[in-house]
Nanobody, 124 residues
Framework: QVQLVESGGGLVQAGDSLRLSCAAS????????MGWFRQAPGKEREFVSV????????VYADSVKGRFTIARDNGKSTVYLQMNNLKPEDTAVYYC?????????????????WGQGTQVTVSS
């Protein structure tokens, strides 16, 4: 059974940094593209970033480009999201998700496994 467990969320001030982690189990991690999505209150879940299985290709939403960095450690079956210069509009529950194979996607429907989410709150 695939399990994804996010951690690292919290309450920070605008301009601060956080690093989210997502530990995966029950799957051959290196065979999966991994993504981060977020959902703010009253809004749909939106794409944040994705990294293909080898870690060579990454894609970011325009709203986080230049501030967030996605990375993965296949040896630890973990994907990370380094978030710098956080803004109040980054406040959301952040979810990691897994997509089998090496293609990347911004579409949450393509991701078959999801974590429970971790709350990030950025105060102004």
């Amino acid at each position: 059974q695939v399990q994804l467990v996010e951690s690292g969320g919290g309450l920070v001030q605008a301009g601060d940094s956080l690093r989210l982690s997502c530990a995966a189990s029950g799957l051959t991690f290196s065979r999966y593209t991994m993504g981060w999505f977020r959902q703010a209150p009253g809004k749909e879940r939106e794409f944040v970033s994705v990294i293909i299985k080898s870690g060579g290709d990454t894609v970011y939403a325009d709203s986080v480009k230049g501030r967030f960095t996605i990375a993965r450690d296949n040896g630890k079956s973990t994907v990370y999201l380094q978030m710098n210069n956080l803004k109040p509009e980054d406040t959301a529950v952040y979810y990691c998700a897994a997509l089998y194979g090496s293609r990347w996607s911004r579409n949450r429907a393509d991701f078959g496994s999801w974590g429970q989410g971790t709350q990030v709150t950025v105060s102004s």
